[in-house]
C-alpha cells in the first residue's frame, strides 16, 4: 500500500521546487547518465528545447492548478488510505488475549503482531519510493493495495503463529507521513473497535476480516477517485499523447531523459538519510525526539490495559475507550493551528515577502508541546493507581493527543523549510528512525511496567520528555547558528 506524501518525499520531488522551469524535472541533480527517448532525433540543443514538454502557465493538467475543491477531496481520500494504514497497525491489540490463547504465545510474541506491521513502515519506502519515481505514485498504490488486502487475509486465515506474524510484518508498504493527525487518530481508535469485538465474543479472526473491507473500500477509492499527481510522470504523459497527435517524435517529457538504475535509487533513499542523520546533529536531535513520541504512542498499547483492563477491572472493550482522549486531542491541536498557530506564521510570511520566513518561525508550536508532553506523562504516570477514578489517567491522553501533533506539525514544517531540497532525505530519515522506535517500544513496555508499575514506568518517559524539551527551544534561538554549519544543501537565512 503506497501514497505519495511529503513525510517520505522523494529527492527529486524537492528539488523540483527549488531549480529553474527546465531544470525542475530533471531528477536529483546528481550526476546520473541522461539517455536519449528512442524516438527522439536528437539535434541541437535549441531544438531540443523547442520540443521539450513542460506545463504552460495555467495548465489545467499541473496538479497546482487544480481547483480547490478537487484539491480537498484528494487530500480527503488520502487522509482515509492513512487512517487504513495506521488503524490497521493496532487493530489486533484488542484481540491479543484471545490470540495468545489460540495459538499458545507469549505476551511478548503477542506484542510482535503489533511491532512487526509498524517495522514494515521503516522498510517499505526502500521498495516502494523508487518504483514511484519510475512509474508514478497511481500505478503503484493500485498494485500495492491489493497486496495489502492479501496479507490481511493471510492473517485471518493463518493457522500458526509464523504466518500471522509473516503477514503483518508483509502488511505494511510504505509509510503514510505527509498528514499528522491520521497517524494517531488510526492506532488510538483501532484498540476500540476490537476490544468491543472482542467483549462480543468474536473470534479474532474477524478483526482482520474488518481491516480486509476498510482495506476494500479505500482500493475502491483509489481506483476511482486517486489521480496521478507526480508532476513528472504528468509531462510524459503529456509528451506521448503530443508524439501521438502530431507524428512527431522529438517532443519528449525531463523525466524520459533521465536514466537512473532501480538499485541506485534504492541505495539514494537507504543510504542519504543516514548520512544526513550522522552529518546534521540539528536533525538528529529532532529525530530522536519525534521518534521518542511517536514509541511511546504504541507502548501505550501494552501500557493502558495494565493500568485500566488490569488496575481497574475494565474489559477490552470499556478499555479501548480510554484511547479516545488521544484523538480528541489531537483533533484540538489541528484546530488550534488553523485558527492560531498559521495566522501567526502568515504574518511572518508578508514580513518577509518577497522571500521565506526563517525556520525558526515554524517552532511556535513545538514550543508549546514540549511543555504539554511531559505534564501528560506526569499526569498519566500518578493518577494510575487503581484507588484513583479512571477519569483521571483517561483525561491524560487528551495533552498527550493535542501535544504529539502539535509538536510533529512544527518539526516537520521547520525540517522541510531547513533543508529545502534535501528536506525528502530528512525526512525520511526520521520516518525510518520512528518507525523502528513503534516498532520497539511496545516488546519492552510489559517488563518495564512490571518491574517498575506504572507509576514510575511513565514517570520514567516523563524524564525522558523533559530532557528533549529544551530541544525546541534550542532551535528557536540557535537554529541560524546551527543551519550555517550544516554540510548540507540548507536555508540559511
Known amino acids: 500500500m503506497i501514497y505519495h506524501d511529503p513525510g517520505t518525499a522523494s529527492h527529486s520531488d524537492h528539488k523540483f521546487a527549488e531549480k529553474g522551469r527546465r531544470n525542475d524535472y530533471y531528477g536529483d541533480g546528481s550526476d546520473d547518465v541522461k539517455e536519449p527517448v528512442p524516438k527522439v532525433k536528437e539535434t541541437c540543443p535549441s531544438d531540443m528545447d523547442r520540443f521539450l514538454v513542460l506545463f504552460e502557465e495555467n495548465d489545467p493538467e499541473n496538479p497546482f492548478n487544480w481547483s480547490g475543491t478537487r484539491r480537498w477531496f484528494i487530500s480527503a481520500v488520502a487522509a482515509f488510505l492513512i487512517f487504513n494504514a495506521t488503524f490497521a497497525s493496532s487493530l489486533p491489540a484488542g484481540v491479543l488475549q484471545q490470540m495468545e490463547t489460540h495459538f499458545n504465545f507469549s505476551g511478548e510474541v503477542g506484542a510482535l503482531v503489533l511491532s512487526l506491521f509498524v517495522l514494515g513502515f521503516a ?8 518504483l514511484s519515481e519510475h512509474y508514478g505514485r497511481r500505478p503503484i498504490s493500485l498494485y500495492s493495495f491489493p497486496l495489502f488486502i492479501g496479507t490481511q487475509i493471510g492473517c485471518a486465515l493463518s493457522p500458526n503463529t509464523a504466518s500471522i506474524l509473516i503477514f503483518r510484518f508483509l502488511a505494511r508498504g510504505r509509510a503514510l507521513a505527509g ?16 476490544g468491543w469485538m472482542n467483549v462480543a465474543g468474536v473470534s479474532w479472526r474477524w478483526v482482520f476480516w474488518l481491516q480486509t473491507i476498510v482495506a476494500g473500500a479505500a482500493l475502491i477509492l483509489v481506483v476511482f477517485a486517486l489521480p ?27 523525466l524520459e531523459k533521465q536514466r537512473v538504475s ?18 546534521e546533529p540539528m536533525l538528529l536531535a529532532i529525530t530522536l525526539y519525534m521518534s521518542f513520541v511517536y514509541g511511546v504512542i504504541y507502548l501505550l498499547f501494552e501500557a493502558y490495559p495494565i493500568v485500566f483492563t488490569i488496575g481497574h477491572h475494565f474489559n477490552s472493550g470499556v ?19 488553523v485558527v492560531y498557530f498559521d495566522p501567526i506564521y502568515q504574518v511572518a510570511v508578508k514580513e518577509h515577502h518577497p522571500h521565506h520566513p526563517p525556520p525558526e518561525h515554524r517552532l511556535h508550536n513545538s514550543l508549546y508541546a514540549s511543555l504539554i508532553l511531559p505534564i501528560a506523562f506526569f499526569w498519566f504516570a500518578w493518577t494510575s493507581y ?13 495533552p498527550l493527543g493535542m501535544g504529539t501533533v502539535l509538536l510533529y506539525l512544527g518539526l516537520f514544517n521547520y525540517i522541510i523549510d531547513t533543508y529545502l531540497a534535501s528536506a525528502a532525505s530528512a525526512l525520511a530519515a526520521t520516518v525510518i528512525v520512528r518507525s523502528f522506535f513503534g516498532a520497539g517500544f511496545p516488546l519492552f513496555a510489559n517488563q518495564m ?4 508499575s506504572p507509576r514510575w514506568a511513565s514517570t520514567l518517559l516523563a524524564f525522558i520528555s ?11 534561538k540557535y537554529g541560524p547558528a546551527l543551519r550555517r554549519r550544516s554540510r548540507t544543501r540548507i536555508n540559511d537565512v
Request: net charge positive; charged share 15%; hydrophobic share 50%.
Open 386 to 398: 487503581p484507588s484513583v477514578s479512571f477519569w483521571a489517567p483517561m483525561m491524560a491522553g487528551f
Open 179 to 194: 498528514f499528522t493527525l491520521a497517524p494517531f487518530a488510526g492506532p488510538s481508535m483501532a484498540p476500540l473497535v476490537s
Open 319 to 337: 478499555s479501548g475507550l480510554m484511547f479516545l482522549p488521544i484523538p480528541i486531542g489531537g483533533t484540538v491541536a489541528c484546530v488550534l493551528y
Open 262 to 279: 532501480f538499485l541506485r535509487r534504492v541505495k539514494d533513499i537507504v543510504t542519504r538519510p543516514f548520512q544526513m542523520l550522522v552529518g
Open 449 to 452: 511496567y512490571d518491574k517498575l
Open 123 to 130: 522498510v517499505g519506502p526502500i521498495l516502494w519510493g523508487p
Open 228 to 254: 496521478e499527481t507526480f508532476k513528472p510522470i504528468l509531462l510524459v504523459r503529456k509528451a506521448e499523447r503530443r508524439r501521438k497527435q502530431t507524428g512527431d517524435g522529438r517532443w519528449w517529457a525531463p
Open 466 to 476: 523533559v530532557v528533549m524539551a529544551p530541544i525546541p527551544f534550542v532551535l528557536r
